[in-house]
């Protein structure tokens, strides 16, 4: 994913933190991704295994190989698009810091975390 767009103020070209809109939309088309933010929206930060657990929960797939899913396929795409952060000594996934522009793109796009949030397995 190319990190650098232009700065509309004055045209040049500049690497990014803020998801590019080709980014984001490739990372809001997979269910297990949106289930990973819906989450992260919920909470300030989650350990990896957490995470997989509350994807699982959205899913047919056992928290195990969701987390190998997570920390092979979908966390390296979500970081390398910007919204994510994560921190492999402690294997904590956060949210990025966003802009407002993003985060109404994903409040639109993903559903409220109830379902998917972590530590709700046992509500009724």
Do not use: C, F, K
Not at 12 to 39: F, G, I, Q
């Amino acid at each position: 994913m190319d990190r650098t767009r232009t700065d509309s103020t004055d045209g040049s070209n500049a690497p990014t933190d803020e998801p590019l809109p080709d980014d984001l939309h490739w990372v809001l088309t997979d269910e297990s991704r949106r289930a990973a933010l819906a989450t992260l929206r919920e909470r300030e930060s989650a350990t990896l295994a957490e995470l997989a657990e509350a994807v699982a929960r959205t899913g047919d797939q056992p928290a195990d190989r969701v987390l190998v899913s997570l920390d092979r396929h979908h966390l390296p795409l979500m970081v390398e698009a910007g919204l994510l952060d994560y921190d492999e000594s402690s294997e904590r996934v956060a949210l990025a810091d966003l802009s407002a522009e993003s985060r109404e793109r994903i409040d639109r796009t993903v559903p409220d975390g109830d379902e998917a949030s972590v530590g709700d397995g046992d509500r009724e």
